[in-house]
């Protein structure tokens, strides 16, 4: 059984950096520069990691920092858990709307549609010029 729970970069910033180049296979997130992270594990494995932090964009928003399952753990549920238990971390943040993006990740897409939310174009644009962007109100 897969749990998830809020971590210390100082404790799995390591396992959060291994994690990302598994699933993502670019260049590795520096967890330090995150607000908050979520690790999914099961036993005692980390198998998914997911990120929160204020949007500099959007005012009273929170940001889903980067994710990401481990391929033999993808087709669990976890990437839409990760979404929610963001979500309710940022409802206790009193925050009242979400944002992301994501570039070429259908699976990706797929869950935060999933989850409630749907595409948008910001005023400004804060991502690569391939990213699509998604939000959700709270």
């Avoid at 799995?12 to 594990?41: N, R, V």
Wanted: charged share 25%; with cysteine; aromatic share 10%.
């Amino acid at each position: 059984m897969y749990r998830i729970r809020a971590v210390e970069v100082s404790e799995f910033g390591d396992d959060i950096i291994e994690m990302d180049l598994a699933c993502l296979k670019e260049e590795a997130i520096k967890p330090e520069l995150i607000d908050q992270w979520w690790i999914a594990f099961l036993d005692d494995a980390p198998v998914a990691y997911a990120g929160l932090h204020p949007s500099s964009h959007h005012k009273r928003a929170g940001f889903l920092a980067r994710a990401g399952v481990l391929p033999k753990h993808r087709g669990n549920g976890l990437q839409r858990r990760l979404i929610r238990v963001r979500e309710k971390e940022a409802i206790k943040r009193r925050l009242f709307r979400m944002v992301s993006f994501t570039r070429n990740n259908p699976p990706s897409a797929n869950n935060l549609i999933a989850c409630g939310y749907s595409v948008f174009i910001p005023k400004k644009l804060w991502a690569p010029s391939d990213a699509t962007y998604w939000h959700k109100v709270l």
